[in-house]
């Protein structure tokens, strides 16, 4: 079938009757971007398009909620950026309950996230509560040293550090990433060492949990 065809066909199989099926397929074509191939087969049309359409055909007799699974499945990058635009436009009018199991579009896409795991619900709540539940602290310095052995042993010294681990060295420049024990604080203590051996910084600052993080912390064995 056509666009156009078919998006009539699917509002018609969904109650929407007389004058006002064509206003809505109008409506919706316009909305998800598909009015300059209306007129093309269905099955002639790129991956991209086609998961356009199906927006269009579900958006066709104005429901309140959109459930979408793995939209942007098996698309190009321009594609997924396309796709998520428009979930996010969408979102202004409709709630979405979007199913994925890639959590970046989750954070790009969602104001909240619920976590199945085997069937059951970890946690549900909103993307910026969700991340509190793993609170990374973790720092991240790029400091200039001489001796780098040393340098890692006074900051595992630190009675709050639980870890340290060289992301890069480079031209005598360490990147490290120094891990609290749970519940700890250490940017402080971190600053003192910092100033009291006169190194010199390039970069300070602390990582944030991601939802990745919440996710296998909730969910890993």
């Known amino acids: 079938m056509r666009v156009q065809e078919f998006l009539a066909y699917r509002a018609a199989l969904k109650g929407v009757r007389g004058r006002a099926t064509r206003k809505r397929v ?3 074509m316009q909305k998800c971007g598909v009015q300059d191939v209306s007129r093309k087969l269905i099955a002639n049309l790129s991956r991209g398009y086609r998961q356009r359409v199906g927006l269009a055909d579900a958006l066709v007799h104005d429901p309140q909620l959109l459930i979408l699974d793995e939209p942007t499945a098996g698309l190009d990058p321009n594609q997924i ?4 635009d428009l979930i996010k ?39 910026e509560n969700l991340t509190r539940l793993v609170k990374s602290g973790a720092v991240f310095l790029d400091i200039q040293v001489k001796e780098p052995e040393q340098v890692v042993e006074k900051i595992k010294a630190i009675p709050e550090i639980s870890s ?58």
Do not use: Y
């Open 26 to 28: 109008s409506e919706v």
């Open 164 to 221: 340290v681990a060289i992301k890069r060295q480079e031209e005598g420049w360490l990147a490290l990433e120094c891990s609290p024990k749970p519940g700890a604080g250490i940017r402080e203590q971190l600053d003192q060492l910092i100033k009291k051996e006169n190194w010199p910084l390039r970069e300070f600052r602390t990582g944030k949990a991601s939802l990745e993080d919440v996710f296998v912390e909730l969910t890993q064995d």
């Open 81 to 84: 950026r396309s796709v998520r």
């Open 89 to 127: 436009e969408l979102g202004r009018e409709h709630t979405i309950l979007l199913s994925t199991h890639i959590l970046p579009e989750v954070e790009m896409v969602c104001s909240r996230a619920v976590i199945i795991n085997r069937g059951k619900i970890e946690a549900s709540d909103t993307l």
